[in-house]
């Protein structure tokens, strides 16, 4: 073989070196963006859940507040209509101001 042709033989062989240290560092890299991206879409996420957890806690606490409110109002509300009607059932045992309770002998 000719000098020229070893050269040339010699040359090829080091571009394909060459071609495959690039292949090897460009397939780290994309490998190594897929990681990332896989890493940054869990940490969402998980970010997401937690977030979405403490708002159905939120949600949950107003609703139970809301609907003690409700209660304590519909109780008073009844004591008030039985206090009217004079069917009070507290320890009072009757009212007196009012004509309409049975226990009211005039």
Do not use: C, H, W
């Not at 859940?49 to 409110?69: H, N, V």
């Not at 209660?71 to 045992?93: F, H, I, R």
């Amino acid at each position: 073989m000719s000098n020229q042709a070893q050269d040339l033989k010699a040359q090829a062989g080091e571009a394909v070196g060459q071609a495959q240290v690039k292949k090897d560092q460009m397939m780290n890299n994309a490998s190594s963006a897929g990681q990332n991206a896989m890493d940054k879409a869990s940490q969402t996420a998980q970010s997401g859940q937690e977030s979405m957890q403490q708002t159905k806690d939120q949600a949950s606490g107003f609703l139970q507040q809301t609907g003690m409110q409700v209660k304590n109002m519909a109780q008073g509300a009844a004591e008030a209509v039985k206090s009217t009607l004079g069917m009070n059932t507290d320890n009072n045992p009757s009212n007196t101001n009012n004509p309409r309770n049975p226990s009211n002998k005039i």
